[in-house]
């Protein structure tokens, strides 16, 4: 599936993923391909993200390695849409 993780200042990350893993209002979801068309509330946590992620490298520094080779991203709040296997998360 395809991520896009957006921030006020320049997209983040663009790019084929396995999975992604964000903080929702009301707990922590994950989103696999061909998921149900969703879209949440983001509250502060940790977005995860599953993949082969090639990172540019003005924003690597954003992002984290986890316990499961997941790459992280901490975020204060946001918003996240899925529907025909692509997700676009906007952050803060």
Known sequence: MYLEIVSPEATLFAGEVTSVTVPGINGEFQMLENHAPVVSLLQSGKVKVKG???????????FSKGNDGETILPITSGTVEMKDNKVIVLVD
């Open 52 to 62: 082969n992620l090639a990172i540019e490298e003005a924003f690597q520094n954003k």
